[in-house]
């Protein structure tokens, strides 16, 4: 068996915020906040996890709310988080088979892959 080294703190609490956030866990990912800043890690950067996963939140309860609309027959409930594709982009969705990346930007223009 080889060891294989380990993530370095910081990405760990980096994934573990945004995955907090864009998955709602009641803790919100403040363990993780006090911890990257306790690491250094400077606030735009921790800024940037926090606007890439609350918009990846945001933009699958806007798709899962349009599903169940179409679904249900019901009217919008809600505006959608972006007009055309993915992540706010103007390309067409791609097809569930697809290889095709799904990439777009959040509000700031940050990137979302």
Aim: charged content about 20%; proline content about 8%.
């Amino acid at each position: 068996m080889t060891d294989k080294p380990n993530l370095h703190p910081s990405i760990v609490s980096m994934v573990s915020l945004g995955a907090s956030i864009a998955a709602n866990h009641p803790s919100m990912g403040l363990c993780q906040v006090s911890k990257l800043r306790e690491l250094g890690i400077p606030e735009h950067q921790i800024d940037t996890v926090i606007e890439v996963a609350r918009h990846i939140r945001d933009e699958a309860g806007d798709r899962l709310d349009a599903a169940f609309d179409a679904e249900a027959g019901t009217p919008a409930t809600s505006e959608p988080a972006a007009e055309g594709g993915c992540c706010g982009s103007s390309e067409p969705e791609p097809e569930p088979a697809s290889t095709g990346d799904c990439c777009g930007t959040t509000a700031s223009g940050q990137s979302c892959c």
